[in-house]
């Protein structure tokens, strides 16, 4: 399968469950605000990674996303003309988390800078 039509299928799978989640109503996604940021499905469709950030405890609302894996699972069936609906694999996504640290360091090393130019 070429690159570029896996491409298309990791944005569509993200997308679409980034819309089933809206309809879960399970409390442990809910309370946590899951959000999904990306997803790589495997070359023969079997099996997707799928990675989530939450505002809450990650591992309670990895918990939640185990258990309405089914649900999302058929709103993908539904939604993407796909030969095979993939098992899907939820992974907590360190790089917001990241981001923030880098941008926070980023903001006293300016004012620092700043600091030092005034003296």
């Known amino acids: 399968m070429a690159n570029y039509r896996r491409g298309r299928i990791n944005d569509a799978v993200a997308q679409e469950l980034a819309v089933a989640i809206r ?35 990650s591992k309670e609302a990895l918990e939640g996303l185990k258990k309405c894996t089914g649900m999302l699972r058929h709103h993908l069936a539904v939604t993407l003309n796909l030969r095979i609906t993939p098992e899907l694999r939820f992974i907590k996504d360190g790089s917001i988390e990241h981001g923030a640290k880098i941008a926070k360091f980023l903001e006293e090393i300016n004012a620092q800078k700043k600091e030092d130019n005034e003296n």
């Open 23 to 57: 309809e879960v109503r399970e409390p442990k996604v809910v309370d946590n605000f899951v959000s999904i940021t990306r997803a790589e499905v495997a070359p023969d469709l079997r099996n997707a990674t799928i990675y989530f950030s939450c505002m809450g405890d």
